[in-house]
């Protein structure tokens, strides 16, 4: 199932190595994020901790000292929970030591730091403590694969461009859950290395897998159209000889960032969200020495925001319909504080204990909780910037918590100051008890919602009829799978009273007009977003539909039978359902 965010797709990375006196606060930020994700581990999923031992040999059986083994995990238990990258170095004998956690599945790599040999990657599921040195890695000496990338505008060569080896790109999309499972398999971890002063790199490849090299950290590779995969990408399968790429790219846009007392943000993370015609697209580079960091921009867009938050400073902006500024400064500043307290509006009566969310328009989400007399107090939020509070729909666990409904948002105005929002008086609307997922089976279900030509939906129509919610977007592959199935289904029971309501949440109104042209679907689809642009709740938002697809089955009473109506259980729903009467 995926979760309703668009995918990471292209990126760049303008990042130095960092000198011995540089690493006291990046090494800090790291330590701390290692410790929130093995308490995130032990805690909420109560994983267990188990070390995995291994061993790294050179082609002639000798160790492979000062190698570095890394790699990523995610819970097999907890979906959405992942283990995140972790890395350790070969000792004078070879060996390593990784603390893991279990049942967990990993992805574990080798690099060479001089990119002379290489071995396969090592793909494994820890659900019982392994024998010592259970994952080892015997190398091979790789495929050079050489490369430069120049600037098609200046005619210059471009320093410190992250440039990535990737192994048998797939965009995702296309395939099945059965086939995305499958493919996870065989994935392999990316290698990433920087163009050097004159623009060059150089890889170690294994002889006959397929790869691609590109600029662009792929989760999901689809380049927003040929002409961007014929300047950032190039396919290949080594053999014996070695392989020499060049690249000629349009200039990357470039942006510096000072932090509130002027000094540059060094070794920032800086996090870009890019909306084009087709698709959205995150691109995350990090700062160098001087504060500068670059992304790759080539095509027309709708909108961007950059955004950063690091060592306690914060910048936020949009440049949506605006023309980019060329070599902009971004000013870092101190993140504020505000208070308040919530009162019931039918009463008066504090409301004590209880929890809601703060946002801001990256949609970070802050939990709090209000004191026994209904005050809270809020942190990081910022300057000139929205911040937007929420109900939730499950705020005591929050692997399914999401947003339930919006009541109440503020935008600073002055810089270092402590925002007294006063007393809030929160209306009686049925926030108490979300209608959220959870609750749904059981229970009457109303859809409301307009069609993408603007026609209003008409939930009456539907009485006495077996129907499928079908939450989807045309961004997720998952959803898209699922096409086939449906339509077979919807022919087979349609006469018997079976329909179908497709609701998406797509954005991007175009890519749902040729998806709706494509597959012609004999149901109707209504669109979340034209709720959204008439300041009305949408129905995702009503029923705290946090991932995708999310099929939801009503009974002929109008009453929800399943909210997991995918795949083979809903056939088997539907069979029973329309089963023949016995006499």
Same mark, same amino acid.
């Given at each position: 199932?995926?979760?309703?965010? @668009?995918?990471?797709?292209? &990126?760049? &990375?303008?990042? @130095?190595?960092?000198? *011995?006196?540089?690493?006291?606060?990046?090494?800090?930020? +790291?330590?701390?994020?290692?410790?929130?994700?093995?308490?995130?581990?032990?805690?909420?999923?109560?994983?267990?901790?188990?070390?995995?031992?291994?061993?790294?040999?050179?082609?002639?059986?000798? /160790?492979?000292?000062?190698?570095?083994?890394?790699?990523?995990?995610?819970?097999?238990?907890?979906?959405?929970?992942?283990?995140?990258?972790?890395?350790?170095?070969?000792?004078?004998?070879?060996?390593?030591?990784?603390?893991?956690?279990?049942?967990?599945?990993?992805?574990?790599?080798?690099?060479?730091?001089?990119?002379?040999?290489? *071995?396969?990657?090592? %793909?494994?599921?820890?659900?019982?403590?392994?024998?010592?040195?259970?994952?080892?890695?015997?190398?091979?000496?790789?495929?050079?694969?050489?490369?430069?990338?120049?600037?098609?505008?200046?005619?210059?060569?471009?320093?410190?461009?992250?440039?990535?080896?990737?192994?048998?790109?797939?965009?995702?999309?296309?395939?099945?859950?059965?086939?995305?499972?499958?493919?996870?398999?065989?994935?392999?971890?990316?290698?990433?290395?920087?163009?050097?002063?004159?623009? +060059?790199?150089?890889?170690?490849?294994?002889?006959?897998?397929?790869?691609?090299?590109?600029?662009?950290?792929?989760?999901?590779?689809?380049?927003?159209?040929?002409?961007?995969?014929?300047?950032?990408?190039?396919?290949?399968?080594?053999?014996?000889?070695?392989?020499?790429?060049?690249?000629?790219?349009?200039?990357?846009?470039?942006?510096?960032?000072?932090?509130?007392?002027?000094?540059?943000?060094?070794?920032?993370?800086?996090?870009?969200?890019?909306?084009?015609?087709?698709?959205?697209?995150?691109?995350?580079?990090?700062?160098?020495?001087?504060?500068?960091?670059?992304?790759?921009? &080539?095509?027309?867009?709708?909108?961007?925001?950059?955004?950063?938050?690091?060592?306690?400073?914060?910048?936020?902006?949009?440049?949506?319909?605006?023309?980019?500024?060329?070599?902009?400064?971004?000013?870092?500043?101190?993140?504020?504080?505000?208070?308040?307290?919530? $009162?019931?509006?039918?009463?008066?009566?504090?409301?004590?204990?209880?929890?809601? *969310?703060?946002?801001? /328009?990256?949609?970070?989400?802050?939990? $709090?909780?209000?004191?026994?007399?209904?005050?809270?107090?809020?942190?990081?939020?910022?300057?000139?910037?929205?911040?937007?509070?929420?109900?939730?729909?499950?705020?005591?666990?929050?692997?399914?918590?999401?947003?339930?409904?919006?009541?109440?948002?503020?935008?600073?105005?002055? !810089?270092?100051? $402590?925002?007294?929002?006063?007393?809030?008086?929160?209306?009686? &609307?049925?926030?108490?008890? !979300?209608?959220?997922?959870?609750?749904?089976?059981?229970?009457?279900?109303?859809?409301?919602?307009?069609?993408?030509?603007?026609?209003?939906?008409?939930?009456?129509?539907?009485?006495?009829?077996?129907?499928?919610?079908?939450?989807? *977007?045309?961004?997720?592959?998952?959803?898209?799978?699922?096409?086939?199935?449906?339509?077979?289904?919807?022919?087979?029971? %349609?006469?018997?009273?079976?329909?179908?309501?497709?609701?998406?949440?797509?954005?991007?109104?175009?890519?749902?007009?040729?998806?709706?042209?494509? %597959?012609?679907?004999?149901?109707?689809?209504? @669109?979340?977003?034209?709720?959204?642009?008439?300041?009305?709740?949408?129905?995702?938002? +009503?029923?705290?539909?946090?991932?995708?697809?999310?099929?939801?089955?009503?009974?002929?009473?109008?009453? $929800?039978?399943?909210?997991?109506?995918?795949?083979?259980?809903?056939?088997?729903?539907?069979?029973?359902?329309?089963?023949?009467?016995?006499?």
């Amino acid at each position: 199932m995926k979760a309703i965010q @668009v995918l990471l797709l292209l &990126s760049f &990375s303008c990042c @130095v190595p960092l000198a *011995a006196e540089e690493l006291t606060v990046a090494e800090q930020d +790291r330590q701390n994020t290692i410790a929130k994700i093995k308490k995130n581990l032990e805690e909420k999923l109560k994983a267990v901790p188990t070390k995995v031992t291994g061993r790294a040999t050179l082609p002639d059986g000798n /160790p492979a000292v000062g190698f570095k083994i890394g790699g990523w995990g995610r819970s097999l238990t907890h979906q959405g929970y992942g283990h995140s990258y972790f890395d350790t170095i070969t000792d004078e004998n070879g060996h390593f030591a990784l603390n893991l956690y279990r049942p967990c599945l990993y992805w574990l790599s080798i690099d060479d730091p001089t990119n002379v040999y290489v *071995a396969a990657d090592r %793909h494994f599921e820890l659900t019982e403590p392994l024998e010592p040195e259970a994952v080892c890695f015997q190398l091979q000496k790789g495929i050079p694969v050489e490369g430069v990338v120049i600037d098609r505008d200046k005619n210059e060569p471009i320093a410190g461009l992250s440039v990535l080896l990737l192994h048998e790109p797939v965009h995702m999309k296309i395939l099945s859950p059965e086939e995305r499972r499958e493919h996870e398999k065989k994935q392999r971890i990316p290698r990433d290395v920087e163009t050097d002063a004159q623009g +060059r790199f150089q890889f170690a490849a294994l002889p006959t897998e397929k790869y691609m090299v590109s600029f662009n950290s792929v989760h999901d590779f689809q380049p927003p159209d040929e002409t961007e995969a014929a300047l950032y990408t190039r396919m290949f399968t080594p053999d014996k000889e070695p392989v020499r790429l060049e690249f000629k790219i349009p200039t990357p846009w470039r942006g510096r960032f000072l932090q509130k007392d002027g000094t540059p943000a060094a070794f920032f993370p800086v996090f870009i969200g890019m909306r084009f015609d087709n698709g959205s697209y995150w691109f995350e580079p990090v700062t160098d020495k001087e504060g500068y960091f670059m992304c790759y921009r &080539s095509v027309p867009l709708e909108s961007l925001s950059v955004n950063t938050f690091q060592h306690g400073q914060w910048f936020y902006q949009s440049f949506k319909g605006q023309e980019l500024p060329p070599n902009p400064v971004f000013q870092l500043s101190a993140p504020l504080t505000a208070k308040g307290r919530l $009162v019931r509006k039918s009463t008066g009566k504090p409301l004590g204990n209880f929890k809601f *969310a703060h946002c801001h /328009p990256a949609y970070h989400m802050n939990v $709090v909780s209000t004191d026994a007399n209904g005050d809270f107090e809020l942190t990081k939020i910022f300057f000139d910037n929205k911040t937007r509070l929420c109900f939730l729909n499950e705020p005591d666990n929050l692997n399914t918590c999401a947003l339930y409904e919006e009541f109440y948002d503020f935008t600073p105005t002055e !810089p270092d100051q $402590v925002v007294d929002l006063g007393v809030l008086e929160l209306e009686e &609307s049925g926030w108490l008890e !979300p209608n959220s997922l959870q609750n749904l089976p059981g229970k009457e279900i109303v859809i409301e919602g307009t069609t993408l030509d603007g026609k209003a939906f008409d939930w009456k129509q539907y009485a006495d009829k077996v129907v499928l919610i079908d939450f989807w *977007a045309t961004w997720c592959g998952p959803c898209l799978a699922e096409i086939p199935r449906l339509k077979t289904l919807y022919e087979k029971y %349609h006469d018997q009273g079976f329909e179908i309501v497709g609701i998406s949440v797509d954005r991007v109104l175009e890519s749902l007009e040729k998806e709706l042209e494509k %597959h012609q679907f004999p149901w109707t689809i209504l @669109v979340d977003a034209k709720r959204e642009e008439a300041n009305q709740r949408t129905m995702g938002n +009503r029923f705290a539909i946090s991932e995708i697809p999310r099929c939801i089955l009503v009974g002929r009473d109008g009453k $929800v039978i399943t909210i997991e109506a995918r795949g083979e259980k809903l056939e088997a729903e539907l069979e029973r359902l329309f089963a023949p009467q016995e006499r």
